[in-house]
């Protein structure tokens, strides 16, 4: 086994892992830190962010690997997803199941110095990350899955911070699923035509001409919660200031997907980044 080869295994496990393409760490992200910063009251345990961090690398990686197994079929018929590294056979669906195996390990061995409850939440938080890639074939509400499965972090960053699950970590988390259906029905309407084709289902299908009415009516509800959140904290109006600009940035990705062309849409998926980083801020100002 020479340099060369083990480099390009490397390579290519790490393209099939997506560290190339970050974004899915920071939406992965945002929602966790968020919890942290609620759960702890502004001062987070710093080995629990640490943890916390690392697992949400680990387990976008993770998510990105089984995501690639599961559409090994699907992807190379897709314009956006054809030069996959399992698509294309520079990967094995052997090598992915075992990549994704390690890294798993890796992440539960993190979670295991944490607290009991919060180890034992772990068990449904990659159970949703494995069943998530299988919905599309089964249901159109796969982002509901997604969300369900990303915003797990935070009763799991809660269980780690406070030992026990309050009622606002719900809340959180209620949020934490809605955010994902948004972005991810944007990401989804750049496929549309091709999942059509070969019957993958979406969010996108489903809500059909209503897409863009249904992502406003979950923006609304998204900020709702993210209201009640302040009133129940009694924060202040660096809190609600925040909110006001990622209000802002939410109707600025309406704008991006009024005419339903795939790279705008995709663009409006990329800069929910923005808005995940400004309710973050919001959230840290106000404990600052």
Not at 120 to 128: R, V
Request: glycine content about 6%.
């Amino acid at each position: 086994m020479n340099a060369v080869f083990i480099k390009d295994r490397l390579q290519q496990y790490l393209l099939l892992m997506r560290f190339n393409k970050p974004i899915g760490i920071f939406l992965l992200l945002w929602p966790t830190l968020w919890a942290l910063w609620i759960a702890s009251e502004g001062k987070p345990d710093l080995y629990i962010l640490f943890v916390f961090v690392s697992g949400t690398i680990l387990m976008r990686a993770a998510g990105c690997v089984i995501n690639d197994f599961a559409d090994r079929n699907i992807d190379p018929h897709v314009a956006r997803t054809d030069q996959r590294p399992i698509a294309t056979g520079k990967v094995s669906p052997r090598e992915a199941i075992i990549l994704f195996v390690v890294v798993c390990l890796t992440a539960f061995g993190l979670v295991l110095t944490l607290n009991t409850f919060t180890i034992l939440l772990s068990f449904g938080g990659a159970a949703l990350a494995i069943v998530y890639p299988f919905m599309k074939r089964y249901t159109h509400l796969p982002q509901v899955v997604l969300g369900m499965a990303f915003g797990w972090a935070v009763p799991m960053a809660f269980a780690a911070q406070t030992n026990e699950l309050p009622r606002i970590a719900w809340l959180l988390y209620v949020i934490a699923i809605t955010w994902p259906i948004i972005y991810d029905t944007m990401y989804a309407m750049v496929d549309r035509e091709d999942d059509l084709k070969i019957g993958v289902k979406s969010t996108a299908i489903l809500f059909g001409d209503g897409d863009r009415l249904i992502i406003g009516i979950l923006q609304v509800l998204m900020f709702a919660g993210l209201w009640l959140i302040g009133q129940q904290l009694q924060f202040g109006y660096s809190y609600y200031f925040g909110m006001l600009l990622a209000a802002v940035l939410a109707i600025y990705h309406q704008y991006l997907i009024r005419e339903r062309q795939p790279a705008a849409c995709f663009k409006a998926f990329l800069h929910n980044n923005w808005l995940g980083a400004v309710i973050f801020l919001a959230i840290l100002f106000e404990y600052l």
